[in-house]
């Protein structure tokens, strides 16, 4: 008569971003999440990581509905502030969220390294901003990666001077 039950489930991310549940299973689905999964279609289809009310609500509506299901939990965890810019020449990344499908975060801002010795990001802002953008997105499965880029210094003599960015 004195027993005392406790049960302790999956434990809860910590990490940045929307992750499911589904104690039940996915019945209608080939789905199961027994443990805590990152809903990833969630994120880059439907702002799952940035915004609390598509991951909690939107997300959990969507699971119920498709899996057939009505005990659905869902955890979001806020992307942190970004980051004071940085003021050195170079292109930088930023990934709130990580970066799902590889094994790299870019917490703080990260020099772009690779950008600018493969992809003339140092020298170019589009391609630091845009194009360095879209290929971190689809690198790391994310949608929310931000560049920054500082572009060489303007000369501060008179003269006529010329920049090619390629």
């Known amino acids: 008569t004195d027993t005392v039950m406790h049960w302790n489930g999956p434990s809860k991310p910590t990490v940045p971003g929307c992750f499911v549940l589904t104690p039940s299973g996915c019945p209608k689905q080939g789905f199961d999440a ?48 970004t980051p004071r810019a940085p003021t050195s020449k170079g292109c930088y990344v930023f990934t709130p969220t990580g970066c799902p499908k590889q094994g790299f975060s870019a917490t703080t801002w990260t020099r772009d390294s690779w950008g600018e010795q493969n992809r003339n990001a140092y020298r170019s802002k589009s391609q630091c901003l845009s194009q ?35």
């Open 34 to 81: 027994k443990d805590w999964t990152r809903d990833t279609w969630g994120e880059q289809n439907r702002r799952a990581a940035e915004s609390q009310t598509q991951c909690l609500s939107q997300r959990k509506t969507d699971y119920d509905s498709w899996c057939g299901s009505s005990d659905t939990e869902m955890v979001w965890n806020a992307p942190p502030s």
């Open 132 to 166: 360095r953008k879209v290929d971190y997105d689809n690198w790391c499965g994310a949608t929310d990666t931000v560049m920054h880029w500082n572009g060489p210094s303007k000369p501060t003599v008179p003269g006529c001077f010329v920049l090619t960015p390629s």
